[in-house]
């Protein structure tokens, strides 16, 4: 799925997941799904710098693309997130305080495994798999 990277990416993207995973009959998935998903759009939207305030009409053409794939195997879902940025995704230390920081912690926790890979072409993909469990 190619999303526009707009403040409507994460919600776009979980909508899309939860359809696709309702159709592959894995409903067990949908909620960690979305919730990994919406962390890799959401550090996919930051990388790429994306506009953060509603685009005005006549605006389009300065939106930076993300795209999301979900590939559903035997034991596990893979989810893909590509952006443009060449940067790894570094997963922090937040403090208590800190309102941002835990999402790369998210995905490790609730992900069977996670990485990322740098393209020739440019840019990167993130990605990470969750058990499907019967």
């Not at 949908?30 to 685009?55: F, H, R, Y």
């Not at 939106?63 to 195997?73: D, M, R």
Request: glycine share 6%.
């Amino acid at each position: 799925m190619l999303i526009a990277a707009l403040p409507t990416a994460a919600g776009r993207a979980r909508a899309y997941t939860r359809s696709a995973l309702h159709d592959w009959r894995l409903d067990v998935l949908i909620d960690t799904a979305e919730l990994l998903v919406s962390e890799l759009v959401t550090n996919a939207m930051k990388a790429t710098g994306a506009v953060t305030c509603p685009v005005r009409a006549g605006r389009r053409d300065k939106e930076q693309p993300i795209y999301l794939c979900l590939s559903a195997f035997t034991e596990s879902l893979l989810i893909e997130v590509w952006d443009t940025s060449d940067d790894p995704p570094l997963r922090r230390t937040a403090s208590d305080d800190d309102e941002n920081g835990r999402g790369l912690l998210l995905v490790q926790t609730l992900s069977k495994n996670w990485g990322y890979e740098s393209l020739h072409s440019g840019g990167k993909i993130v990605w990470c798999e969750c058990p499907i469990l019967e």
